[in-house]
C-alpha cells in the first residue's frame, strides 16, 4: 500500500494496489510452480496497478507482517509435512502449513522529473512463486501513462524438491532461483489500459528429477529437466464504472521454454478483478482462470502430456486508520484455487486465509 493510499481519499485503483501488495502473501503462499503444474501462472495472474507518482521528493511506502494458513493438496508443493509420497499414480493429498510474510515497499520519487525507483517484495505473475524481490524504475510521460522496468530476483528459500517424483522416502528441497526483468506501461496514452512483460531465467541448485525412478533412461529424465526460461506477457482495462468502483478483466499469455520438453508449456488465462473504497474500508475480488498446453508427453506417465485447467478466486478485506492511526491498516485476505490436470499426479487444490497490519509512512 502507498503512502497516498491513507493520506488522501481512498479510490479503487488504490484498492487495487492495496491488494496487490496488502495480502499478495496468499499469493505467495500458493508457491504457484511448486504447487502444481497446472497453477503455476493463475493465481498470481494480477497486473500492476498503476499507482500515481508522487507530487513531492521523498521516501514513501510501507511494512507490516502478515500471518495465516492454507490447506493444500499438492505433490510438488514442498512443505513442512509432504516430504514423502508414496505413489505417482494417485492425485495428492492434502496437509496444512502455517506461515508469517513481511510485507515490504518501499520507493523513493523525483518530483520534478516525475521519476520513482521502487524496492518492494509484490508478486509479479510469473515470479508468484517465492519471495520475489524487485528493484525497478517508474518514469511518468506527459499524459501518456507512466512506463516502468524493473530487475527480478526470487530463490531465498528452498522452495522445491530436488526429485518431486520420488516415491516412499523423504525428499530433499533445494531452493528454485529466478532472474529476470520487467516491462510496464500503465495508463497506456491517458486511458485505462496497462500492459505488463516478464522475462525470467529459471535455476533449480539441485535438479535430480526422475533421478530415483529405475529403468528411466537418461534422455527421459533429460525431459523432466525443470531449468530454462519463462516469458509472460498481461494486458487489461481498468474500468471505473461507479464511484469508488473499479472492473479491471485482463488477459495473459506465457510459455515456459525449459530444458525439459516435458515441463515446457504455453499457457492463456483471463481474469476479472473488482475494487471498492471509501475513506475506512477496502474490498477487492479476483477471479482468474488458465490453461496450460504442454510441448511433449511425460516419460513417467506413459508419455501422456501434464496439460491442465485451473482456477482461483480471491477474497481482501483493509481497514484504514486502525486505532485512530492514519498511518495502520490490518487486512483479511482468503484465496481458493484448484487445478485440474490430465495427469491426476499433477492435480492441486489450496484454501488459504490470513491477516496482517500494514503501516504506511
Given at each position: 500500500?502507498?503512502?497516498?493510499?491513507?493520506?488522501?481519499?481512498?479510490?479503487?485503483?488504490?484498492?487495487?494496489?492495496?491488494?496487490?501488495?496488502?495480502?499478495?502473501?496468499?499469493?505467495?503462499?500458493?508457491?504457484m510452480?511448486?504447487?502444481?503444474?497446472?497453477?503455476?501462472?493463475?493465481?498470481?495472474?494480477?497486473?500492476?496497478?498503476?499507482?500515481?507518482?508522487?507530487?513531492?521528493?521523498?521516501?514513501?511506502?510501507?511494512?507490516?507482517?502478515?500471518?495465516?494458513?492454507?490447506?493444500?493438496?499438492?505433490?510438488l508443493f514442498?512443505?513442512?509435512?509432504?516430504?514423502?509420497?508414496?505413489?505417482?499414480?494417485?492425485?495428492?493429498?492434502?496437509?496444512?502449513?502455517?506461515?508469517?510474510?513481511?510485507?515490504?515497499?518501499?520507493?523513493?520519487?523525483?518530483?520534478?522529473?516525475?521519476?520513482?525507483?521502487?524496492?518492494?517484495?509484490?508478486?509479479?505473475?510469473?515470479?508468484?512463486?517465492?519471495?520475489?524481490?524487485?528493484?525497478?524504475?517508474?518514469?511518468?510521460?506527459?499524459?501518456?501513462?507512466i512506463?516502468?522496468?524493473?530487475?527480478?530476483?526470487?530463490?531465498?528459500?528452498?522452495?522445491?524438491?530436488?526429485?518431486?517424483?520420488?516415491?516412499?522416502?523423504?525428499?530433499?528441497?533445494?531452493?528454485?532461483?529466478?532472474?529476470?526483468?520487467?516491462?510496464?506501461?500503465?495508463n497506456?496514452?491517458?486511458?485505462?489500459?496497462?500492459?505488463?512483460?516478464?522475462?525470467?531465467?529459471?535455476?533449480?541448485?539441485?535438479?535430480?528429477?526422475?533421478?530415483?525412478?529405475?529403468?528411466l533412461?537418461?534422455?527421459?529424465?533429460?525431459?523432466?529437466?525443470?531449468?530454462?526460461?519463462?516469458?509472460?506477457?498481461?494486458?487489461?482495462?481498468?474500468?471505473?464504472?461507479?464511484?469508488?468502483?473499479?472492473?479491471?478483466?485482463?488477459l495473459?499469455?506465457?510459455?515456459?521454454?525449459?530444458?525439459?520438453?516435458?515441463?515446457?508449456?504455453?499457457?492463456?488465462?483471463?481474469?476479472?478483478?473488482?475494487?471498492?473504497?471509501?475513506?475506512?474500508?477496502?474490498?477487492?475480488?479476483?477471479?482468474?482462470?488458465?490453461k496450460?498446453?504442454?510441448?511433449?508427453?511425460?516419460?513417467?506417465?506413459?508419455?501422456?502430456?501434464?496439460?491442465?485447467?485451473?482456477?482461483?478466486?480471491?477474497?481482501?478485506?483493509?481497514?484504514?486508520?486502525?486505532?485512530g492511526?492514519?498511518a495502520?491498516?490490518?487486512?483479511?485476505?482468503?484465496?481458493?484455487?484448484?487445478?485440474?490436470?490430465?495427469?491426476?499426479?499433477?492435480?492441486?487444490?489450496?484454501?488459504?486465509?490470513?491477516?496482517?497490519?500494514?503501516?504506511?509512512?
Amino acid at each position: 500500500m502507498d503512502k497516498q493510499f491513507i493520506l488522501h481519499k481512498p479510490t479503487p485503483r488504490d484498492a487495487a494496489a492495496a491488494k496487490t501488495k496488502g495480502s499478495s502473501f496468499i499469493l505467495r503462499m500458493m508457491n504457484m510452480r511448486t504447487i502444481c503444474v497446472g497453477l503455476s501462472a493463475l493465481l498470481a495472474a494480477q497486473l500492476a496497478v498503476a499507482d500515481p507518482i508522487p507530487a513531492e521528493n521523498g521516501f514513501s511506502g510501507s511494512i507490516g507482517l502478515g500471518v495465516g494458513g492454507n490447506r493444500v493438496k499438492s505433490n510438488l508443493f514442498k512443505g513442512d509435512k509432504n516430504q514423502r509420497t508414496n505413489s505417482l499414480n494417485s492425485a495428492p493429498e492434502s496437509h496444512n502449513d502455517s506461515f508469517a510474510l513481511p510485507v515490504l515497499d518501499l520507493s523513493y520519487t523525483f518530483a520534478a522529473s516525475r521519476t520513482q525507483i521502487v524496492f518492494d517484495s509484490q508478486i509479479h505473475d510469473p515470479l508468484g512463486m517465492d519471495d520475489t524481490l524487485e528493484l525497478g524504475v517508474r518514469q511518468q510521460v506527459g499524459n501518456n501513462g507512466i512506463v516502468s522496468a524493473g530487475l527480478l530476483y526470487g530463490g531465498l528459500s528452498k522452495n522445491t524438491w530436488t526429485d518431486p517424483y520420488a516415491v516412499g522416502v523423504d525428499r530433499d528441497g533445494t531452493k528454485r532461483k529466478s532472474t529476470g526483468l520487467l516491462l510496464g506501461w500503465e495508463n497506456i496514452m491517458g486511458t485505462g489500459f496497462k500492459a505488463q512483460l516478464t522475462q525470467r531465467n529459471i535455476k533449480i541448485d539441485d535438479e535430480r528429477s526422475g533421478q530415483s525412478v529405475a529403468g528411466l533412461s537418461a534422455a527421459d529424465r533429460a525431459t523432466l529437466n525443470r531449468n530454462g526460461d519463462a516469458t509472460l506477457l498481461k494486458a487489461g482495462y481498468e474500468w471505473a464504472f461507479a464511484p469508488n468502483q473499479t472492473l479491471t478483466p485482463g488477459l495473459s499469455w506465457g510459455k515456459d521454454k525449459l530444458d525439459g520438453g516435458a515441463m515446457s508449456n504455453k499457457s492463456y488465462g483471463l481474469s476479472l478483478d473488482y475494487a471498492y473504497s471509501s475513506d475506512l474500508n477496502t474490498f477487492s475480488a479476483g477471479l482468474q482462470f488458465r490453461k496450460q498446453r504442454f510441448d511433449q508427453g511425460n516419460p513417467l506417465f506413459g508419455n501422456k502430456k501434464a496439460d491442465s485447467n485451473a482456477y482461483a478466486v480471491d477474497l481482501n478485506y483493509l481497514r484504514h486508520q486502525l486505532f485512530g492511526e492514519k498511518a495502520l491498516s490490518a487486512f483479511v485476505s482468503a484465496a481458493y484455487g484448484k487445478s485440474n490436470a490430465d495427469i491426476s499426479f499433477y492435480d492441486a487444490e489450496i484454501r488459504s486465509l490470513g491477516v496482517g497490519l500494514i503501516y504506511s509512512f
